[in-house]
């Protein structure tokens, strides 16, 4: 029984290191407005490029807005980094553009062309033809003190690209509604 434990923790630990390199690897391949938020960053040029790779890879953009002084937009990052599948997962279905919002630039611009903000970090989705299709209150995400791997799971897995179709026409009806 002791032998089987021991196999069992050797395996568990050789398959974390193995998706530990694999998270890695596939990050050094992200564009750099994946990883950071970048106060020098021209966020028009960097959401061009966004749309352009969500086009070539079949997939939705997810904009993060947030900053490098937001406590709750790094404790969403290490949440991302200690959940190798949601981070994988979002990554599949969707090319992330990180904007910085800041005292030294608050990409004023660049912000007054989205729906308002309600907290940071916040994300939209846009598709990659650039509709903006959901503006996501990250709160929503939490599950006490912390974010819920089921809560980004299930947010993940209704955004991507795959249900597009519904969310437009949802979103279509929801407008109908309110207009």
């Not at 960097?46 to 079949?58: F, G, H, Q, S």
């Not at 897995?157 to 407008?175: G, M, P, T, Y």
Request: proline content about 3%; some cysteine; hydrophobic content about 45%.
């Amino acid at each position: 029984m002791k032998l089987i434990g021991y196999v069992m923790t050797v395996f568990s630990f050789v398959w974390l290191a193995t998706l530990e390199a694999k998270q890695a690897s596939f990050v050094e391949q992200l564009p750099q407005y994946s990883k950071i938020y970048n106060d020098q960053a021209d966020p028009f040029k960097d959401a061009v490029a966004a749309i352009k790779l969500a086009k070539a890879t079949n997939r939705n953009v997810l904009i993060e807005i947030g900053g490098n002084w937001c406590t709750w937009c790094h404790k969403m990052d290490a949440f991302l980094a200690e959940n190798p599948d949601v981070y994988q997962t979002l990554h599949q279905n969707f090319v992330l553009l990180k904007i910085n919002v800041s005292d030294s630039n608050n990409n004023e611009a660049f912000m007054n062309s989205l729906p308002p903000v309600l907290g940071y970090p916040h994300m939209y989705v846009s598709t990659a033809s650039g509709k903006m299709i959901l503006s996501k209150d990250t709160a929503e995400l939490l599950a006490t003190e912390d974010y819920s791997r089921q809560a980004w799971l299930e947010f993940l897995n209704r955004w991507s690209v795959k249900n597009n179709s519904e969310n437009i026409a949802k979103l279509a009806d929801k407008v109908k509604v309110n207009g």
